[in-house]
């Protein structure tokens, strides 16, 4: 799977929670997109060197020529159908499941996404918490 370049439908699995945070200088964030904080607490795109998994963007939030904190992105927590990078199977139910990118998560990895819920053929449903 690749990270994403366009907003993205995300399919929603349950209840969540919703959170708005500043992004940081020189992103864009998708709807759609898995969401990190930075180590100023700012989002960014999900990547494995974010410092904490926040949730999934409810919309697209651009702050690519703003400062940190110039935009702010909506984010919800809770289950999530996301893209598998292939290294994810039925006996990954109830393991931590870790952030490949923004669209993508796998096996292993630096930065928890969350826990599996479920794999299928569409992708894994991942409780993002």
Known sequence: ?????????????????????PVAAAAVIYSGALVALNAAGDATPATPTGTVMRGVAVSEADN?????????VEIERGPFLVANDGSLDRTDIGSD??????????AAGTLVA???????????????R
């Open 97 to 106: 499941v870790f952030v490949v990118d923004d669209n993508t998560v796998g």
């Open 64 to 72: 690519e020529t703003g400062a940190a904190g110039d935009a702010y």
């Open 1 to 21: 799977m690749t990270a994403l370049a366009k907003n993205t439908p995300r399919t929603r699995v349950g209840q969540g929670e919703r959170f708005v945070d």
């Open 114 to 128: 969350g826990k599996c819920l479920d794999v299928l053929p569409a992708g894994v449903v991942v409780e993002i």
